[in-house]
């Protein structure tokens, strides 16, 4: 099955841009998605398709995909974007793989 | 407005069964995606099951010939039926609805399942 690799911590100051990587063979055939999850709650799908941006998802979280790795960036951080972030796609056997997760600690 | 709840998590001797629900408001099953997906504590998301619009179903590696996915489209309720379970299939179990099938939109907060002796 496809494999997606993500470093597991990111650290940024509050105010600066946070980018979190997703690696995978040819990644950049594939589509990915990305979801933010906080301490004791269910996922939210922050960018679909990429760079796609869900209603209600901040335009300081965008996305992109290129060769073996995919990024989610986070611009102009604040507290309230600490969170676990995970990388998907879909696969042509029909599974949706993950990738581990990164922990994006705000200092 | 999208919305789903997930019932029947519990504790569970290993070999045993067990079968979660998903009730479903703002949508019909029937016509969209479904899925199951986990997280072991402290661990990832590990997808489990789909279910397509058309009913045809999918399950991972690691829960084929196990679990089944189904829906009750009168009841707008989607099931994950869990036989055999296993220490390793404790987890908090998330139903997702997804307008297409290919990445999740929308996630209920989950049902806790512990298979323990």
């Known amino acids: 099955s496809y494999v997606l690799i993500q470093t597991p911590s990111v650290s940024v100051a509050p105010g600066q841009t946070a980018k979190i990587t997703c690696g995978g063979d040819n990644i950049e055939s594939k589509t990915v998605h990305w979801y933010q999850q906080k301490p004791g709650q269910a996922p939210v799908l922050v960018i679909y398709?990429?760079?796609g941006r869900p209603s209600g998802i901040p335009e300081r979280f965008s996305g992109s995909n290129s060769g073996n790795t995919a990024t989610l960036t986070i611009s102009r951080v604040d507290a309230g974007d600490e969170a676990d972030y995970y990388c998907q796609v879909w696969e042509h056997n029909f599974s949706l793989p993950f990738g581990g997760g990164t922990k994006l600690t705000v200092l | 407005e999208v919305h789903v709840v997930e019932s029947g998590g519990g504790l569970i001797q290993p070999g045993g069964s067990l079968r979660l629900s998903c009730a479903a408001s703002g949508f019909t099953v029937g016509n969209n995606y479904m899925s199951w997906v986990r997280q072991a504590p402290g661990k990832g998301l590990e997808w489990v099951s789909s279910i397509y619009s058309g009913g045809s179903t999918y399950h991972a590696d690691t829960v084929k010939g196990r679990f089944a996915i189904s829906r009750d489209n009168s009841k707008n309720t989607l099931y994950l039926e869990m036989n055999s379970l296993r220490v390793e299939d404790t987890a908090h179990y998330f139903c997702?609805?997804?307008?297409?099938?290919?990445?999740?939109?929308?996630w209920g907060k989950g049902t806790t399942v512990t298979v323990s002796s």
């Open positions: 997702v609805y997804s307008y297409v099938p290919y990445y999740m939109d929308v």
């Open positions: 398709d990429d760079s």
